[in-house]
C-alpha cells in the first residue's frame, strides 16, 4: 500500500485545493488577514464519532522496518488522523503486523518497545507522545475489541510536515516535494520562508516520481532554471538570463566556467543524491566568483540508523536499460557505525540513429559517531560514461538560418566517434557539536576527471553552399580540491538571541588539455544521404593544447539579527584571493608540423569583497516579506589602454518578495521581483591606435553593462494530503545597457536563452480502495528562442518558436514492498529544438527527444 505524504494540522480540514493554489501563487494575503490555522479552526473541532473508529478494523500487512513509513503507511490504509514529528520517530523500528486489526490495536503494535504511544483526540485524531504521558483513553483504545468489523470513516490523513523534523534537511523517505530547511544560501539553517532570495529544493520524492536520472534532468524540471546544450552531450545551464559557471557537492563549490572539462561531466547520476537545493541571483557569499545566475547544491544521500535496502530496474523506448541497488544501516551493533552503498548501471539507446552509451555509478559513504557531539564522514564515488557515435555538435541550418526539416533520428556522427569519461572523488567531513549549541564543520572534496572523445563538427561556407564535416580529438583531466571550514551557532545581544557563522575556504583546480580540430573528414557533406562507415578512423594525434591552474581562498561572516519579534536582518560578507595562470599553445592549421606558439597568462584579485543583507519581515505565522541585495564577481583576463588588468565583472541582485508557509510547513510559496546587473563587462576598445601596445595586442575598456530583470511565483508542496504540487513561472529579461557597438544598448542579452518560463510538477494519490494509484506528470512552456545577424553579408535567422511538452506519471504500489511506475515523456510527440546554432556556419541545432517511456519496478527488502 502507498504511504501518503502526511500534512500538518491533526484534525483540521482543507481548503479547495484550487483555492489553495491560486491563493499561495498570488500571496495577496494582508497583514491583518486572518491566517490559515485561525480560519480553519471554526470547524477543527466537528464531531466524530471517534469510538467507531477507534474499534473498527481492517485487514493490514505492514512489514517489519523503521517506523515512520510503517505509521504513514497504517494511516494510509485506513484512511486515520496521525500527527508525529520526525524526530520522535527518528531511529526507531517496530516488528510490523499482519492481519485484522482495529486502528487503536495496531498502532499499539507498532509502537510496542518504541517509548511512544497513540493518544486519541476528540475529534478521532491520533497524536503520538511518550508513553509516560500517555492518556488513558489512548490505553483504553489500545485494548479495544479486534473482531469488531464497522466500515472506517473517510478520514484524512496528516501528520506533521514530511521531513520537516530532520535537522539536516533530509528529504528521502518524507514523500513531499518541499523541505523545511536548506542551507545554500547563507550556511544558516533557515526554512524557505526565512530564507530572503528565491529558492527551490528538488526533493527525492519528486526526483523518483519524475525519473529524474541526472543533473539535467533536475535543471530542466526545476523553476527559474534552463537547460541547454552545445551540440549532444555538453550541458549549460542558464538563470536569470545569465550562465550558471558554479556547481557545488554537499556545500562546496566546483568551477564550470574556469574548469575546461566539468562541462562536459554536469550528467551526475541522480541515484547518490538526497535532494537539490536551488538558490537564484548572485550567491557570492556562498561560491566566491562567478555569474549572477545561481547556486545548485547536490547534497549526498547519508547512512541511516535503520536498516533499509532498495532495488529497481527500468526498461524502456530505444532499447534503454537501467538497474540500482541502494543498501543503508548500521554497521555496528551501537549503530555509532553507519554505512550506505549506492550502484547504478545502464545501458540506453537512442533515438538518433547509430548512438548508444553506457554507464555505472559506486557510491560508498561511512559514518562514524567518535563522541556523542562528533561525527566523521567519509565517502568515495566513482562514475563512468562510454557514448558511441555522438558527435561534437548538433545539425545544420540553412544559409538564412531557417530550418532544413531534418528527421529527429538524423545523424552524422562516423561509427567510430566515442565520447568517454570518467570521474573519481572523494570526501571527508568532520562535525562537532558543542555544549552551547554551536557547531563546527569541516569538508574536504577532491576529483579527479577524465574525458577522452574523438568526433565530428560540421561547418557552412555560404560562398558555397557546401557542407563539410570536420574531425576533432580532445583528451582532457582534471583535478579539483575544496576544503571550507566553519562554525555556526547562536549568540546574546541586547536582550535577544541571535545567529552568527564563520568561516574559511580553499579551491583549487589544475586542467591539462590535449586537444586537435580541424581534419577535413568531408568537404561536400550530403546532409539526407549520409553513410557512417565511409570514413576510416582518423585516429587524429593530439598536441598540448592548454595548462591552467586556479585558485581561489576565501573568508566569510554571515549574522542574522533577531531585531524584533518579528523582524529579523541578515547580513554577511565574503572576502576572495583569486589567482588564475595559464599556458595555450596554438597551432598554424591541422597539417602543419611546425611548432606551436605559446601564450601565457596570468591575473590575480586581492581581497575582493562580496556581500550579503536580507530583511525578513513577519506579517503573520504563515507569511514574511524580504527585500535583500546580494553581489558575486568574476575574474576577466583583459587588458586596457595603459596595460591594466580590467577589474573584475560585478553582479549584483536586488530582490523584493513575498513567502508563505502552510501546515507548518508542508507547503512552500514565493512571489518576488528582481533586478540583477552586470557590469564591468569587457568590449574592445573602438580606437586601438591608443592602446599602449598598439598593435601587438588588443586592448579593452571595463564599461558594458547588462540589465536582468523580471519575476518568479513558485509553490511547493502539499496542496491536500493526498497532492503534491511543484510549480514556477519565471520572466527574465535581460538587456544590453552598455555596449562598444551602440545598436547591441537596448538589445535582448543572450537571445536563445528563453526570458518566459512555465514549469509545474504534480503527484496525486488516489483515495479509497483505489489508494495503491497515483498519477501526476509534468508540464513545461518555453517562451520563444533565436539567434540571429550577419555572417560575410549574408543575414540570417535561427529560430525556436515558444513550445509546450508534457509527460505522465502512473504509479502502483502494488504491495508494500513492491512499486511500479510508468514515466511517458513528452507526451503529444512535439517536435522541437532544445538548443539553437549560434551562426549558420557552424550549425548546432539540437533536437528534444521525441515521446518515449519508461518502466520501472522498485523493490524495498
Partial sequence: ?????????????????????????????????????????????????????????????????????????????????????????????????????????????????????????????????????????????????????????????????????????????????????????????????????????????????????????????????????????????????????????????????????????????????????????????????????????????????????????????????????????????????????????????????????????????????????????????????????????????????????????????????????????????????????????????????????????????????????????????????????????????????????????YRHIDFDGNSRQGLVLNNNLDLRSFNPSAVADPQIPLRDWMDAKITQQSLYATTRLNLADRLKLIVGGRVDWFDYRDTVNTYPNFAANTPSVSAHNRYEIEHRLSKYAGLVYDLNDQHALYASYTDIFKPQNYLDANNQLLSPVVGRNYELGIKGEYFNGSLNASASVFRMDQQNRAYRASDQTQCASYPATTCYAAAGEVRSQGLELELQGALTPNWQLGAGYTVAIARYRKDANAANVGALFDTDTPRHLFKLSTMYRLPGALQGWRIGGTVYRQGGIYNQGTTSGVPFNIRQHAYAIADLVIGWQATPQLDLRLNINNLFDKTYYNALSGTATFPSNVYGEPRHVMLTARYQF
Fill in 1 to 505: 500500500m502507498p504511504t501518503l505524504p502526511p500534512a500538518r494540522h491533526a484534525g483540521r480540514p482543507h481548503p479547495s485545493p484550487i483555492a489553495l493554489a491560486c491563493l499561495a501563487m498570488a500571496l495577496g494575503l494582508s497583514a491583518g488577514a486572518p491566517s490559515l490555522a485561525s480560519a480553519q479552526s471554526s470547524t477543527a473541532n466537528a464531531p466524530t464519532d471517534s469510538n467507531t473508529a477507534a474499534t473498527a478494523t481492517a485487514e493490514l500487512h505492514i512489514p517489519a522496518g523503521p517506523l515512520a513509513p510503517a505509521l504513514r503507511q497504517l494511516a494510509s490504509s485506513t484512511n486515520t488522523m496521525l500527527s508525529f514529528t520526525a524526530a520522535q520517530s527518528d531511529g526507531k523500528q517496530t516488528a510490523g503486523l499482519s492481519g485484522r486489526h482495529s486502528v487503536a490495536e495496531a498502532l499499539a503494535r507498532l509502537l510496542a518497545g518504541t517509548g511512544l504511544q497513540a493518544v486519541q483526540l476528540d475529534n478521532g485524531a491520533y497524536v503520538l507522545r511518550a508513553s509516560s504521558t500517555a492518556s488513558a483513553p489512548a490505553a483504553a483504545a489500545a485494548s479495544a475489541d479486534a473482531t469488531a468489523s464497522y466500515t472506517l470513516p473517510q478520514i484524512t490523513v496528516t501528520s506533521t510536515a514530511p521531513g520537516l523534523g530532520s535537522s539536516d534537511g533530509r528529504t528521502e523517505g518524507t514523500q513531499s516535494y518541499t523541505t523545511g530547511s536548506m542551507r545554500t544560501a547563507t550556511r544558516l539553517d533557515l526554512s524557505m520562508r526565512e530564507t530572503p532570495q528565491a529558492v527551490t529544493v528538488v526533493t527525492r520524492e519528486r526526483i523518483q516520481d519524475q525519473g529524474l536520472a541526472t543533473v539535467n534532468d533536475v535543471v530542466q524540471t526545476a523553476p527559474g532554471l534552463t537547460y541547454r546544450r552545445f551540440g549532444p552531450e555538453r550541458a549549460s545551464f542558464f538563470a536569470r538570463g545569465m550562465y550558471v559557471d558554479n556547481i557545488m557537492y554537499d556545500g562546496l563549490p566546483v568551477s564550470l566556467d574556469s574548469s575546461n572539462l566539468s562541462q562536459d561531466l554536469l550528467a551526475t547520476d541522480m541515484a547518490i543524491y538526497d535532494r537539490v537545493e536551488i538558490v537564484r541571483g548572485a550567491t557570492g557569499l556562498s561560491q566566491g566568483a562567478g555569474n549572477p545566475s545561481a547556486a545548485i547544491n547536490l547534497v549526498r544521500k547519508r547512512p541511516t540508523r535503520e536498516r533499509q535496502i532498495s532495488a529497481s530496474v527500468s526498461a524502456g523506448s530505444w532499447d534503454r536499460y537501467r538497474a540500482e541497488l541502494d543498501a543503508a544501516g548500521p554497521l555496528s551493533d551501537d549503530g555509532s557505525l553507519r554505512g550506505r552503498l549506492v550502484a547504478a548501471t545502464q545501458d540506453y539507446g537512442s533515438y538518433k540513429r547509430g548512438e548508444s552509451s553506457q554507464g555505472q555509478t559506486l557510491y560508498g559513504i561511512v559514518e562514524k559517531d567518535l563522541t556523542a557531539r562528533t561525527t566523521l564522514t567519509l565517502s568515495a564515488l566513482h562514475q563512468e560514461s562510454k557514448l558511441h557515435g555522438n558527435g561534437f555538435t548538433g545539425l545544420p541550418v540553412a544559409s538564412d538560418g531557417s530550418d532544413l526539416g531534418l528527421p529527429r533520428s538524423t545523424s552524422y556522427a562516423n561509427d567510430w566517434e566515442h565520447w568517454d569519461k570518467t570521474t573519481n572523488s572523494a570526501f571527508l567531513g568532520l562535525d562537532h557539536r558543542f555544549d552551547n549549541d554551536w557547531r563546527l564543520q569541516l569538508s574536504a572534496y577532491y576529483a579527479q576527471a577524465e574525458m577522452d572523445m574523438q568526433g565530428h563538427y560540421l561547418s557552412h561556407n555560404l560562398t558555397t553552399g557546401l557542407y563539410s564535416q570536420l574531425g576533432a580529438r580532445n583528451a582532457h583531466q582534471e583535478k579539483q580540491s575544496s576544503i571550507n571550514l566553519y562554525a555556526n551557532g547562536p549568540f546574546a545581544l541586547l536582550g535577544r538571541k541571535h545567529e552568527l557563522v564563520l568561516g574559511a575556504s
